[in-house]
């Protein structure tokens, strides 16, 4: 699924010719603040601090596992992707990487607009306060009561996402009495994970109707032609922890090139494109995201010139980063537990979590840092794989990487950029209980979203 550009192995180390790897090229106590949230340091005893609050003391007063949410850094990051793109551009918040009512209220704060694609998290923004011409709604099988929820609150836009969802939508606004704002997702034949993208066949999967064959062509024929719906724009989303450029050149130019033959046919020139979400960030060290400012000069770049030379006038870009602005501001705290050393092979790590907090290793073959972070050490480096307590070999949660060789039961250890797709991807695996989200800001800390209990569990299940 994930085409990685790293080989299998741990970063930082050079295999050497016994099936040993070497150590790491850094210094282990060290924190690298391209994977750490902006306020994450070690104190002067060495125990890292999170809004200028130690580990040991959020592990003592919220347990572990859990995840510490840098509140500063994600409002940050909100304001540097909205400052980015400026007032020409909207930026709406991918809701599907992490959404909490507390979130839904900074993003509001901050001025950022919100994605969401299921009647729970329409619900979680509604409740919350987003004003609902702030809201996206996506999805590639919405249910008639989702539609009915989304145009009865007054979504900003709904971006359609099949044929048969064109006519829904268009029914219910209609039995609604409004003119509902929509988009059309269409698939540009570009795919893009990491450090590369494809830039054919990649229209066999579920979501958008395919630009190729003149599909996009007559979904926005039919669109056009029910008054209740109001044709903004064209949408595409290419891919996930994206870095390079390329894909979003040529998915914008293919789009800039349908907004064009829609000139042409209809004499209408549709205002909006969205190019969706996918921005890249540092799991380890070896990833090198590009900061929002790079990443608006270089689409508005494409937009611009692509606009240019079709005779366009240039449309209002939207972007629906989630990752990117999630991603870096959250770490998940756990307590270490068994640790065996396989002789030859690796030490594994036991922690008190696992694929039921994040998946996304054993889901994609993810990537992650981890640190020991209740203490320094100044033992060896020694090459570990951090597992979790599920009843499932696969259940890793950092699959290759150094920690020193000093390591005890009782130890603190964090992995870092798990701000996005670990608690909204959670489970109850083995009746796991679900680990709270923690905001962290200015010396105060404060849950966001509680722990589950066992009641919890049991109040589902009704006997
Ligand atoms: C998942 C998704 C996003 C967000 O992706 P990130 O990798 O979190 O930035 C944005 N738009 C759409 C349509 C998506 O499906």
Known sequence: MSRSAHPAGPRHADVLTDGHYSAPAADLNVLDEKVWSRTVTRDADGALTVGGIAVARLAEEFGTPAYFLDESDFRARCRAWSEAFGPDADVFYAGKAFLSRAIVRWLKEEGLNLDVCSGGELTTALDAGMPAERIAFHGNNKTAAEIERAVEAGVGRIVLDSFQEIVRVAHIARSHGVRQRVQIRVTVGVEAHTHEFIATAHEDQKFGIALADGQAAEAVRRA??????????????????????????????????????????????????????GLGIAYTSDDDPREPHEIAKALSDIVTRECESAGLRTPRISVEPGRAIVGPTAFTLYEVGTIKP??????????????????RTALYDAEYSVALVSRTSDAEPMLVRVVGKHCESGDIVVKDAFLPADLAPGD?????????YCRSMASNYNHALRPPVVAVRDGEARVIVRRETEEDLLRLDVG
């Open 412 to 420: 603190l250890i964090a992995v870092p950029a798990t701000g996005a």
């Open 224 to 277: 056009l032609g029910l008054d209740s719906l109001e044709l903004i724009g064209i949408h595409s989303h290419i891919g996930s922890q994206i870095f390079d450029m390329a894909g979003f050149e040529v998915s914008a130019r293919r789009v800039v090139q349908l907004l064009a033959e829609v000139r042409d046919e209809h004499g209408v020139e549709l205002p909006e494109i969205d190019l969706g979400g």
């Open 342 to 359: 396989l002789e030859g092979l690796r030490t594994y790590v036991s922690v008190d979590g696992g694929m039921s907090d994040n998946i």
